[in-house]
Structure formats: structure tokens, C-alpha cells
């Protein structure tokens, strides 16, 4: 589905980031999956804030409060890209979500330039 040159091209325009805790919207990925695709992956969810926690609460750009948010979760993106190339990594052996994401986009960048 996607070749080397487009994750490579994806990890240059920063489409692929080793981030696992931020909610894109699917046009952000636009120059390298469809909308229609990530829908298909069931990737495109509506996220929705748990004031409980800042951790669990949803911010836009500015800092304020999003009560719901239909988005990508990137960390889930990237597992979903690393199974659709067949590339193998430790984003597992990893608790945080910042480690398996970076794990995951290191191996893809390892895949992409072999």
C-alpha cells in the first residue's frame, strides 16, 4: 500500500512524527493516506475530554478546553502504518506513549532507507 518513498517523504514533511499522545485531523495525513482509508482503519474516532485529568483532556492550539474532537490519534496511525508496510518494531517494549511512538517511526525510517 505505501512504498519507501512515501514514508520517507512522510517522515520529511513531518506527515510521519514520532508523537504518541496528539489528535490530527485526518487532513493532516492527506499527502500520504485518504481520508476514506484512515475512516476505513476505524482511525477516525471522535475523542472526547475527561475533565478529570489534565492528561485526559483535550486542548486545542490556544489552550483551551475541546469538549470532543473527531481526529487520528497519531500513536495509533503509526501502529496502523507500521502493520501496513510489515515493519517490526519495539513500540511494545515501551510503557509511554512519546517511546513507542518514536520507536515505531525510527523502525519505519530504518525500513524506508534499506
Known amino acids: 500500500m505505501f512504498s519507501k518513498d512515501q514514508i520517507r517523504k ?3 514533511t513531518e506527515v ?3 508523537d504518541g499522545h496528539t ?4 487532513e493532516h495525513y ?3 493516506v ?13 475523542h472526547k475530554s475527561d475533565l478529570s485529568s ?7 492550539n490556544n489552550g483551551n478546553v475541546v469538549k470532543e474532537l473527531t481526529a487520528v490519534y497519531n500513536l495509533s496511525f503509526l501502529y496502523w502504518l507500521a502493520s501496513q508496510v510489515g515493519v517490526e518494531h519495539d513500540g511494545g517494549s515501551y510503557n ?3 517511546s513507542q511512538a518514536q520507536a ?3 523502525a519505519l525510517i530504518d525500513w524506508a532507507n534499506s
Open 23 to 26: 489528535l490530527f485531523r485526518p
Open 96 to 98: 509511554g506513549r512519546g
Open 16 to 18: 510521519i512524527v514520532g
Open 54 to 60: 489534565p492528561k485526559s483532556t483535550i486542548f486545542d
Open 34 to 46: 485518504s481520508e476514506e482509508s484512515l475512516r476505513k482503519a476505524r482511525l477516525v474516532t471522535t
Open 30 to 32: 492527506a499527502s500520504l
Open 104 to 106: 515505531i517511526v525510527s
Open 10 to 12: 512522510g517522515i520529511e
